[in-house]
């Protein structure tokens, strides 16, 4: 069936610097995007949402870039800090309905 | 403003016994939705209610099942558990469904089947 998916499962990056997580789904009907932070032992966490007649929004250092020619979701945090430690999910929601479709998830480690 | 809350938060049960989980959402919000989440499967949609109704079912058997209430706090039953059954249940909550209307999700119920 669809499917929405991600490249990496692990990232580790250094404290400061950018992320870039990447996220590929297969249902070209899809119209709106959804990026989630997971915390251990926590439900996910909204962080920002994107509808695909647009290509890039942007949040409080996250920015969510949409490619449908490609199929290609990224989140990037800017300056990642300790706190941004988490799994991170990419969704897709259907158009009618409530219905998220996630991706594996990529564990993001930040070494301080 | 209250999240969504979830009960119980863990719960240890044995196989083939049935289990109701609890969710109830945030105040104002009509639609709920339940995922599973393993680690060998990621988060899995069961269902999704508006204002007491069953408006999607995903892909799992007969044995999950789920209801709304007016108030629509939102409960979903597993019978006859299977090991495979472990797994933290999520609880989402949405003022209404379609793009666009953020979900909130609780913390979860930790079930353990032995």
């Known amino acids: 069936g669809e499917s929405v998916g991600l490249h990496l499962p692990t990232l580790s990056v250094q404290e400061g610097d950018n992320s870039i997580i990447n996220c590929a789904y297969s249902n070209s009907a899809s119209d709106y995007f959804i990026w989630y932070k997971q915390e251990s032992g926590k439900g996910p966490q909204f962080i920002i949402d994107?509808?695909?007649?647009?290509d890039k929004r942007q949040g409080q250092r996250v920015t969510v870039l949409l490619n449908k020619t490609v199929k290609h979701l990224s989140l990037q945090i800017a300056a990642t800090q300790p706190g941004d430690s988490a799994v991170y999910f990419c969704?897709?929601?259907?158009?009618?309905?409530?219905?998220?479709?996630f991706g594996e998830g990529t564990q993001l480690t930040v070494n301080p | 403003k209250a999240g969504v809350t979830q009960t119980p938060r863990y719960l240890i049960k044995t196989r083939g016994q049935q289990v109701t989980l609890s969710c109830s959402p945030i105040s104002g919000h009509r639609s709920v939705s339940w995922y599973q989440q393993t680690p060998g499967q990621g988060l899995q949609f069961l269902f999704e209610?508006?204002?007491?109704?069953?408006?999607n079912k995903g892909n799992f058997p007969g044995r999950f099942s789920g209801r709304q209430f007016s108030n629509s706090r939102s409960e979903m039953n597993v019978s006859t558990l299977e090991l495979g059954d472990s797994a933290l249940y999520l609880c989402a909550s949405s003022l209404n469904q379609g793009i666009g209307t953020e979900a909130f999700f609780g913390q979860g119920t930790r079930l353990t089947v032995v």
């Open positions: 209610y508006f204002s007491e109704t069953q408006r």
């Open positions: 969704a897709e929601k259907e158009t009618s309905g409530s219905r998220l479709t």
């Open positions: 994107i509808r695909s007649n647009m």
